[in-house]
């Protein structure tokens, strides 16, 4: 055959293999690759999204109710990119999201996922303050300088600087001291801020203001990482690095351990996730509040929201069970109003009007997820809700053309659902994968020998008596009156989220790998799904072994 006419449909050819075959490796060699890569007999098997879905339009499908089939590929797994945008100015490095969940998502969730290029939507069952210091906490954490950090009095006592440090769950114990005008007086070391010193004062306890390293504020101004990075290494044995003014004002702080792990980021193939002042993304969940009178509180809401950028959340999730309501489509409009520019993530929704509605109230994504969840139980009190993998592709359609992002909520139990889900989907959010985590909220408890923590679904009843009911459209006074959509429940306690994510993002790049698809656009231009048979489920798994294990996974434990 004639280069000329080779079927258009041949579209994994690479250009070296032509001009292999011009150099005159027989033509028999190109059909044998080409035939390798597309087929006929293929397509009529595995289908693009478009013709499977509407080849079942009667059945609604889950993520293990279908499988991808495999495309000639060039794309290493470890080459592949994972970066995502959800809205203008919402960029994640990894399409992976934490859900806003009590038992998931707080400020240690939020930070180990941006450290990892994800993003963590801090939960709302917790008083407003608490919630602007979790997110004041993920802001301020690690951006190399600390402008503001916490300082001490020469005045008080060790002993309130511990109670601080129980308080406000502080994992450092090394201070500033200075006085009333801001002016350094010294810096009180950690190994002093201990039980037995709770009745001396400060002063009488710090490293004094002449023995300590500080640098000028204008020295530091063109590259601070830079100059913090040559300071340490000039100063063996040193690990703060204080910043001082002209009249020896505190201005802020380094720590080489921060400087350090900015430095690698630098090399890291999937950097943290950072806003443009290079501080840590963060968002954070809202709710539809209603007053006495049981109206929006459209005052209550705009102040929560402004208050949240103030500390400068990078994005706002107002988070309810039924999303396409009067109600949330209100709150949206509401905050898009106040503040135009901020990324709105509103859910949740499983069909298309329910995008439309959302995205035309101003949202920028939407959270797609009716009774996937794993400690939901939606489907069976409600009778409502739609399987996964086809709310996906509903959703999806409306979602290209009203220009907004799709983010698969709930039902993640292994890599190989993201993957699926990210055909369809621009991120995912997952709650009970983070909730064994020693990031999540809460103590582990031993039972029987086994260690695990708690894991409990925003719609159920303890967590609607902390304050989620208006989440599920109940009144947040009587929640015991309803029934709830969600159970209590425990999670076996796992590694950190490093290690669970290092496995997600693992099985993500194999998925892409095996797609040929350099990038999550390709991704979901390349799925070719069939449905699977229910002794093709139990195939894909491990099957007819005694499973062993001699290799160990780091558990960061
Ligand atoms: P998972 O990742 O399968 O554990 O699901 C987490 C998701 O379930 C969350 O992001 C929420 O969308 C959803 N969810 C949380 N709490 C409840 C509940 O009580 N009932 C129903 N869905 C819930």
New binding site residues.
């Given amino acids: 055959m004639h280069p000329n006419k080779l079927p258009k449909s041949i579209r994994f050819i690479s250009f070296v293999q032509i001009r292999v075959a011009f150099d005159g490796v027989p033509w028999a060699f190109i059909d044998m690759a080409i035939s390798r890569e597309i087929s006929d007999i293929d397509n009529r098997f595995y289908k693009a999204a478009d013709p499977f879905f509407a080849a079942h339009p009667d059945q609604a499908l889950t993520y293990d109710d279908v499988t991808l089939a495999t495309l000639y590929s060039d794309i290493l797994p470890r080459d592949t990119q994972l970066d995502t945008t959800l809205a203008d100015g919402l960029d994640l490095n990894i399409p992976v999201i934490s ?1 806003d ?1 009590d038992t998931v998502t707080e400020s240690r969730m939020a930070i180990a996922m941006a450290l990892n290029g994800a993003l963590g939507l801090i939960h709302y069952n917790m008083e407003e303050r608490q919630q602007l210091s979790e997110v004041s906490r993920v802001k301020n954490h690690v951006h190399g300088l600390i402008q503001e950090p916490i300082k001490v009095s020469p005045d008080q006592l060790i002993g309130d600087v511990l109670k601080m440090v129980e308080e406000r769950k502080f994992e450092f114990r090394t201070f500033p001291v200075v006085d009333d005008s801001g002016k350094l007086l010294g810096l009180l070391p950690g190994h002093v801020v201990k039980q037995r010193y709770a009745k001396r004062k400060v002063v009488e306890s710090l490293t004094p203001r002449d023995q300590i390293q500080t640098i000028r504020k204008k020295e530091i101004a063109k590259d601070p990482i830079t100059r913090a990075d040559k300071f340490f290494t000039d100063h063996p044995g040193i690990h703060k690095l204080l910043v001082v003014d002209d009249d020896d004002k505190l201005h802020g702080l380094f720590t080489m351990s921060d400087v350090e792990r900015i430095t690698q980021e630098k090399k890291a193939q999937f950097k943290p996730a950072r806003d443009s002042k290079f501080r840590l993304v963060c968002g954070a969940a809202v709710s539809a509040t209603r007053n006495m009178f049981g109206e929006l509180d459209r005052d209550l809401i705009v102040a929560h929201v402004g208050a949240l950028v103030e500390r400068g959340v990078d994005v706002v999730a107002v988070s309810t ?1 039924h999303g396409f309501s009067k109600g949330v489509g209100e709150t949206v409009k509401m905050i898009r109003d106040a503040f135009p520019k901020l990324p709105i993530i509103a859910g ?1 929704v499983t069909s298309a009007a329910g995008v439309e509605f959302l995205a035309d109230a101003g949202a920028n994504a939407i ?1 797609v ?1 009716q009774g ?7 489907r069976v009190v409600a009778g409502v809700g739609i399987p996964q993998l086809t709310a996906l592709y509903v959703t999806a359609q409306a979602a290209a053309s009203k220009r907004v992002s799709i983010i698969a ?4 139990t292994k890599s190989g659902d993201i993957v699926k889900a990210l055909t369809l989907s621009q991120a995912v ?5 983070f909730a064994g985590c020693p990031e999540a909220p809460g103590q582990i408890m031993e039972i029987n020998g086994k260690r695990y923590k708690q894991y409990r ?4 009843l303890a ?1 609607m008596k902390a304050g989620s009911a208006a989440r599920y459209g109940h009144s947040t006074t009587t929640p015991a009156k309803v029934a709830p ?2 159970v209590e429940a425990l999670k076996e306690a796992t590694g950190s989220v490093d290690v669970i994510l290092t496995q997600l993002i693992g099985g993500i790049q194999s998925g892409m790998g095996y797609l040929g698809a350099a990038n999550l656009a390709q991704l979901r231009q390349k799925a070719r799904f069939i449905r699977v048979s229910p002794a093709g489920i139990r195939e894909a798994g491990t099957h007819d072994i005694v499973e062993v294990k001699t290799g160990r996974v780091e558990t960061g434990q």
């Fill in positions: 859900a969940m069970a949740n959270k997820g996937p969840g794993s400690i939901c139980t939606t909520d709930g039902g993640i959010i997952c709650g009970g994968m679904g925003m719609g159920s967590a959509e969600g």
